[in-house]
């Protein structure tokens, strides 16, 4: 099969060495400004994608995202940042990368050319019909990505990708494909750029919906997410008080008493209702 890889074609700039820092910045926030645009078109997709993850989730299922290199990254950062979000367990949500940790801070030779590690890596993880794979791969040739996707849906497990060229392998793959096209990088090839921030966006996207629908959020807040540090503690305490009348110092105490801006809410309004509030 044979297919144009659009991250790969040149870049309409050139003598980017002789251009002023201004022009730098200025050229590579018009690349940039390009990269939303090309996710609205894919929106189709990625609905059809996160409809798949939250059925799935609401099953007792796991979202995987497996990538390599920046794209693996980019998985492991939007895992990482649900549980303190949203207050979900850490496995619920679960980031690969090719090589292993060690690759998240440095690239490890060879990793996204073994077809079969993926499996592995998620076999390790004890990966199950329940769960969903999302394929992470800005070329969509990434042997480790598709390889992942290959035994998954040889074993009957759902699977998605996120890429940025039009039919390629990676998108073929999976079953239910999200393909943003961003076009040539500001510095050819370089899909750190357009194409890595096209994949941030859609991780945002799904993880997030998903949540939304979930009922992870109430209203606007994130009313789940964890008390890690002061400032999320009072952002709480305020949340609180959006919700109830009570003073900061009450739905301070509230907040300590039940853990979570949710709990501290609906423990409050259970009570009034047994009880007249003197709150």
């Known amino acids: 099969m044979t297919f144009t890889k659009t991250t790969e074609q040149s870049s309409k700039y050139e003598h980017l060495e002789k251009m ?17 645009d090309a996710v609205e078109k894919a929106i189709p997709q990625i609905e ?9 989730l609401k099953l007792g299922g796991r979202l995987f995202y497996i990538g390599a290199g920046t794209s693996g990254r980019l998985g492991v950062v939007d895992a990482s940042e649900c549980p303190p979000t949203f207050g979900v367990p850490f496995d619920l ?25 993926a499996w592995i890596d998620l076999q390790a993880n004890h990966i199950d019909q329940n769960d969903v794979v999302i394929g992470i791969a800005a070329s969509g040739t990434t042997p480790y990505v598709i390889g992942g996707l290959e035994s998954c849906n040889q074993n009957n497990i759902l699977t998605g990708c996120i890429t940025n060229n039009a039919g390629s392998p990676l998108a ?8 943003v096209v961003v076009g040539p990088e500001f510095i050819t090839g370089s899909s750190r750029m357009k194409a890595g921030t096209a994949q941030k966006l859609v991780l945002n996207m799904i993880s997030t919906a998903a949540m939304i629908q979930l009922g992870k959020v109430k209203g ?24 109830i009348p009570v003073s900061y110092e009450q739905a301070s105490e509230l907040l300590k008493k039940y853990g979570s801006v949710r709990n501290a809410v609906d423990n409050y309004n259970l009570l009034c209702e047994m009880f007249i509030c003197e709150m």
């Open 20 to 36: 002023s820092v201004h022009e730098l910045l200025i050229n590579i926030n018009q690349e940039d400004k390009t990269v939303p």
């Open 48 to 56: 059809t994608l996160v409809a798949q993850v939250v059925s799935k």
């Open 93 to 117: 949500v679960n980031g690969i990368i090719a090589g292993g940790d060690t690759a998240i801070r440095r690239a490890v030779e060879n990793a996204e050319d073994n077809a079969t590690q």
């Open 172 to 179: 073929l793959t999976a079953q239910f494909p999200v393909e």
């Open 220 to 243: 606007n807040k994130m009313v789940d997410m964890q008390l890690s540090n002061i400032k999320l503690v009072d952002r709480g305490v305020k949340m609180i008080m959006g919700e």
